[in-house]
């Protein structure tokens, strides 16, 4: 009754499973270029976007690329996934990577808020 399940998953199944990344992969790859894109044009021709809001945008967006990216390396990774168990690991593991690495990410904005925000005005410490 207590046996482990050792459920393994049918190749076809991970071959489309696979083909469905890939594709989501490429939709994502064509809408983070036209937002790049749109981004570029928005920073050149307004002068609204202070040095300090500029930095921390760019930087939200880096972050947003990587988060993305190692979602799409999870959803490859579990494709490839052999059973349930395997499965289970890899999403553990990712759920720790992820975990710490939001973590650093707040760190880093909240540092940079900080520091336009002394740029405004240098009369009040944060």
Do not use: C, H, W
């Not at 609204?48 to 760019?58: K, Y």
């Not at 947003?64 to 996934?81: C, D, M, Y």
């Not at 760190?107 to 925000?117: G, K, M």
């Amino acid at each position: 009754m207590n046996q482990p399940l050792d459920f393994e998953i049918p190749s076809s199944v991970r071959d489309l499973a696979a083909k469905s990344v890939e594709q989501t992969r490429e939709a994502y790859n064509r809408f983070i270029e036209a937002a790049r894109q749109a981004n570029d044009v928005m920073l050149k021709s307004s002068d609204v976007f202070s040095t300090g809001a500029r930095e921390i945008n760019e930087k939200a967006v880096k972050f947003t690329e990587a988060n993305l990216q190692a979602q799409f390396e999870l959803a490859q990774r579990l494709v490839n996934a052999k059973d349930i168990k395997e499965a289970i690991e890899i999403q553990n593991q990712f759920a720790r990577q992820q975990v710490e690495a939001y973590a650093q990410q707040a760190q880093e904005l909240t540092r940079l808020v900080a520091q336009s925000a002394q740029k405004v005005n240098p009369t009040n410490q944060y």
